[in-house]
């Protein structure tokens, strides 16, 4: 802003901001008193509506750098070259807290992160948690309201929590890693990220490959226990945003070391779990993690509204040479956050600074709605045209898949090894004698709260059917503590 005297909105100099005009002194205030209606008015319009799930974050803008040659799997621009690199928006968040909710709490983190790269902007939004607690889209708004606050109560309730994971036996994988030691980062800077899902790349040829994304802290893993979160949360409610920002004034910038999963396209069909079920990792066993990249975050926002709050990802932002899977969450997703940013921030949400294209220019035939800014000037709105206008390439971003058989409501395609099980029950088993104790404290503590007994059982049923002992010794805690 530059200097001068405090204007109104319309720009005309304000001669006194701290007294409203009044007819005489001691007087009624008057309509013609245009600044006090304009700032109470102004005022009353600074909210917009908080994002439905992760309303609770912060964000950082950094490089992103390839370091290894990934062109034989996919033709991304960004990635074609070794050295070659991107500028990146990131924004952390939590899950189910709402604005100003405390940071140091047991939830997953968003890990979204935007690629402005010169194809257009890719969006990769994920979380710290490589699975997921449901496998289909349709699932999602019930499995959130247990998450939110309970109609009746305006509270969190551990009965919709655990009554829902406890009908939902597919959560156990994720649920097991969210109540275990990396359930509460310290930091947004001490947590990995993961893709999480499965996504397309494909290569010059139009070879396609099957990809999970890691992203592994360079900071090294730090995390909170239960007693220490509920203290912090208390005290320093911010913990995590102030972390980060404060970590990148210092000049200590963060960074990842980002790695894929590669699966050929032809083994999927025979792999032993559904690589496109959003619950269950590859192990690197299968598929060994692949180093391409360095994420560095290196500038804070000036302004957290305009960049923050406002701020949009999207699953659909795919550029060329990346693309869905059909894994039904994905599928869901992609209709969902283009959806909620027209809502939230409004239909010209792209044109925002931090979220319009920043190596390339977006070239539509979109026009017009509310807060347009005319940038398009007077170019012509239609295609075809034989004005110069954009033009169609003809090549799409993603390679099509083949499909078979009828329409209808169906379940994911289950493979030899699947069952919801299996994966929580290795996860438990690779933990020390330590993380065991504190996974099941960690449980026990939260489905003590429960009020009905069969809501308990059918919960820690689940956790039995991962690994016997898991399911004992829990079973034992929760009695302990309910009596
Ligand atoms: C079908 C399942 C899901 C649906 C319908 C869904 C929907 C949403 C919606 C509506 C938002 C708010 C967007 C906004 O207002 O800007 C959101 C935010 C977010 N979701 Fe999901 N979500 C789903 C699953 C997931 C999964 C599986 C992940 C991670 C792997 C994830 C990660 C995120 C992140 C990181 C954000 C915050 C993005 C930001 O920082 O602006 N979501 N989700």
Known sequence: MTQGPLTTEAGAPVADNQNSE?????????????????????????RIPERVV???????????????????????????????????????STVAGNLGAA???????????????????????????????????IKFPDFIHTQKRDPYTGSQEADNVFDFWGLSPESTHQVTWLFGDRGIPASYRHMDGFGSHTYQWNNEAGEVFWVKYHFKTDQGIKNLTAEEAEILAGKDPDSHQRDLREAIERGEFPSWTVYVQVMPAAEAATYRFNPFDLTK???????????????????????????????????????????????????????????????????????LPVNRPHATEARTNSRDGYLYDGRHKGAKN????????????????WQPISVTGVTGETVTPV???D?????????????????????????????????????????INNFRQADEDFGKRLEAAVQALRG
């Not at 010169?118 to 710290?128: A, I, K, M, R, S």
């Open 22 to 46: 009044t007819a005489g002194v001691g007087g009624p205030v008057l309509v013609q008193d245009q600044l006090l209606l304009e700032k109470l008015a102004h005022f009353n319009r600074e």
């Open 54 to 92: 992760h309303a609770r974050g912060a964000g950082a803008y950094g490089t992103f750098k390839v370091t290894a040659d990934v062109t034989k799997y996919t033709r991304a621009k960004f990635l074609s070259e070794v050295g070659k690199e991107t500028e990146v928006f990131l924004r952390f």
């Open 103 to 137: 940071d140091a709490v047991r939830d997953p983190r968003g890990f979204a992160v935007k690629f402005y790269t010169e194809e257009g902007n890719y969006d990769l939004v994920g979380n710290n948690t490589p699975v997921f607690f449901i496998r289909d889209a």
């Open 281 to 351: 990792v590859w192990p690197h066993a299968d598929y060994p993690l692949i180093e391409f990249g360095k994420l560095e975050l290196n500038r804070n926002p000036e302004n957290i509204f305009a960049e923050v709050e406002q701020s949009i990802f999207s699953p659909a932002h795919f550029v060329p040479g990346i693309g869905p899977s059909p894994d039904k969450m994905l599928q869901g997703r992609l209709f969902a956050y283009g959806d909620a940013h027209r809502y939230r921030v409004g239909i010209n949400a792209d044109h």
């Open 382 to 397: 239609y295609e075809p045209n034989s004005f110069g206008g954009p033009f169609q390439t003809g090549r799409p971003l």
């Open 415 to 417: 493979h030899a090894e």
């Open 419 to 459: 069952n919801d099980f299996v994966q929580a029950g290795n996860l438990y088993r690779l933990m020390t004698e330590e993380e065991k104790e504190r996974l099941v404290k960690n449980l026990a503590n939260a489905i003590s709260g429960v009020t009905r007994d069969d809501i308990a059982e059918r919960a």
